[in-house]
């Protein structure tokens, strides 16, 4: 049986995309075989990837890593859906072609979304590239503010979307950027921090949608 296509989109550049991806990742990998792959040509994911694995070891990594870019990344994910259990997708913001491969193969699509009017307006064209393709959508609060009442007032303007809203906010900590930096994550640099368990129940909440199906 084939494993499920998780991708993450959003068309706004500087969304926590990729960071949120990486660490996505490794909490699945905790105990299930992983595979992430990189659309983005930027090529964060791979920097980050290249990282782990001169920490780790290449004995030791814990995730399967490959590029694909065009058409090429629909048939990638799929292809490493066959001997892993997730793929993780990073994808690219601001390019409807390079995105539009990697949606139609995924199973879910997280979309993080910043709670500001900005990020607000590029996660509707987000959702409408989603929709063209007939897949499911969830949104993730992303770098919640620590100001409640913001982060509130633009909840209630996400959920008017339409889109299933995660119930996992991710905060907005410095945390994350460091950990990335040297090819790891919140999970193992601060394992019981409010980072660690944000991504941890984010992640529970992800599988549990798969698995019923959709968002």
């Known amino acids: 049986m084939a ?3 998780l991708v993450v989109s959003q068309q706004k550049g500087g969304s926590g995309k990729t960071t949120l991806t990486a660490h996505l990742a490794v909490a699945l990998a905790k105990g299930l075989p992983v595979a992430v792959l990189d659309v983005d040509p930027q090529g964060s994911l791979g920097q980050w990837f290249e990282r782990r694995e001169q920490r780790l070891g290449e004995e030791d990594i814990d995730l399967q ?9 629909k048939r990638e994910a799929r292809s490493l859906a066959r001997d892993h259990a997730i793929v993780v997708v990073d994808t690219p913001p601001r390019s409807d072609l390079e995105t539009r491969h ?20 590029a996660t509707t064209a987000t959702l409408e590239l989603i929709a063209k393709s ?13 100001r409640a009442g913001t982060t509130d007032q633009m909840l ?4 008017k979307l339409g889109a299933t809203v995660a119930q996992t906010q991710i905060g907005n900590r410095v945390a994350f950027a460091t950990s990335m930096g040297i090819g790891g994550t919140v999970l193992e640099a601060a394992p019981k921090s409010k980072a660690a368990l944000e991504v941890l129940s984010l992640s529970v909440e992800i599988l549990r949608v798969i698995e019923s199906g959709g968002a």
């Open 3 to 5: 494993g499920k296509v």
């Open 65 to 73: 890593f490959r590029t694909a870019s065009g058409w090429g990344a």
């Open 102 to 121: 990697a949606i139609e193969a995924a199973d879910l699509v997280v979309v993080p979304v910043q709670p500001t009017p900005v990020d607000l307006w």
């Open 134 to 146: 007939e897949r499911d959508a969830l949104l993730v609060i992303n770098r919640a503010l620590a």
């Open 156 to 159: 209630q303007a996400i959920e």
